[in-house]
């Protein structure tokens, strides 16, 4: 039996990360108290860092990169919590190696970096245009949030897709043919984002398990053996 020791350590790895951001903000607070030129103005700094902890830690998470960095981090547990919903919903036992468990990392990788790229491209083309039209403008946070919706969304679409050996790239076409279940689990996803410290964490599980459950449903993946699942000349 797989051991899943190792997913401790992943967890501690993303507490050192909040734990260095929060030491280069505690460094600074205390700059500011030595610095204070009285007591009140030395308590005044409290709120200071109490505000600066907040906006600091929304900004990594919300940063371009930092979702993804998170969900690279969480793979190991969204493709166990994946694998285990099929499980259930298949009655099959699906055997994971530690191969597997590597596989999925690097294919997690690839993806996210896809994802953030074009993320940051698409975005800076809606932020030119609405530049341009800024008469406009009130459009544009409704369209970037569907686009990180969507990005997010196939990020964990495709560890379903995975189980059934799809590429990268029919995994792309597949999960078009279903927009709206990526663009509702990104959203959702986006949403638990906001919640401190337990959305950050339970938001990728529970999007892992709504998704094997709403593609098993609607998808025909596990109804396919050797017929391919989608025909990439007919989409593209």
């Given at each position: 039996?797989?051991?899943?020791?190792?997913?401790?350590?992943?967890?501690?790895?993303?507490?050192?990360?909040?734990?260095?951001?929060?030491?280069?903000?505690?460094?600074?607070?205390?700059?500011?108290?030595?610095?204070?030129?009285?007591?009140?103005?030395?308590?005044?700094?409290?709120?200071?860092?109490?505000?600066?902890?907040?906006?600091?830690?929304?900004?990594?998470?919300?940063?371009?990169?930092?979702?993804?960095?998170?969900?690279?981090?969480?793979?190991?547990?969204?493709?166990?919590?994946?694998?285990?919903?099929?499980?259930?919903?298949?009655?099959?036992?699906?055997?994971?190696?530690?191969?597997?468990?590597?596989?999925a990392q690097i294919r997690m990788i690839k993806v996210a970096f896809r994802c953030w790229v074009l993320e940051m491209?698409?975005?800076?083309?809606?932020?030119?245009?609405?530049?341009?039209?800024?008469?406009?403008?009130?459009?544009?946070?409704?369209?970037?949030?569907?686009?990180?919706?969507?990005?997010?969304?196939?990020?964990?679409?495709?560890?379903?897709?995975?189980?059934?050996?799809?590429?990268?790239?029919?995994?792309?076409?597949?999960?078009?043919?279903?927009?709206?279940?990526?663009?509702?689990?990104?959203?959702?996803?986006?949403?638990?984002?906001?919640?401190?410290?337990?959305?950050?964490?339970?938001?990728?599980?529970?999007?892992?398990?709504?998704?094997?459950?709403?593609?098993?449903?609607?998808?025909?993946?596990?109804?396919?053996?050797?017929?391919?699942?989608?025909?990439?000349?007919?989409?593209?």
């Open positions: 039996m797989l051991s899943y020791g190792w997913v401790a350590r992943l967890f501690i790895i993303i507490a050192l990360l909040g734990g260095l951001k929060f030491i280069s903000l505690f460094v600074n607070w205390i700059n500011k108290v030595f610095g204070a030129n009285d007591a009140a103005e030395a308590i005044a700094t409290m709120g200071l860092f109490a505000k600066d902890l907040a906006l600091g830690s929304y900004e990594m998470l919300f940063s371009s990169g930092s979702k993804y960095i998170m969900l690279i981090l969480l793979e190991v547990v969204v493709f166990h919590f994946a694998r285990r919903t099929l499980e259930i919903l298949t009655g099959n036992e699906a055997k994971a190696g530690w191969k597997d468990f590597v596989d491209i698409v975005l800076t083309i809606l932020s030119v245009v609405f530049g341009i039209f800024s008469i406009l403008d009130f459009i544009e946070p409704v369209l970037a949030l569907a686009v990180q919706s969507y990005f997010l969304g196939f990020a964990v679409v495709d560890n379903y897709n995975e189980q059934f050996g799809l590429s990268i790239k029919e995994s792309v076409a597949y999960a078009w043919q279903y927009l709206g279940v990526v663009m509702a689990l990104g959203l959702f996803f986006y949403i638990m984002l906001l919640i401190p410290f337990i959305g950050t964490v339970a938001g990728p599980c529970i999007a892992a398990v709504a998704v094997c459950i709403i593609m098993y449903k609607l998808s025909d993946l596990h109804t396919m053996k050797d017929k391919p699942a989608v025909d990439l000349e007919e989409i593209v």
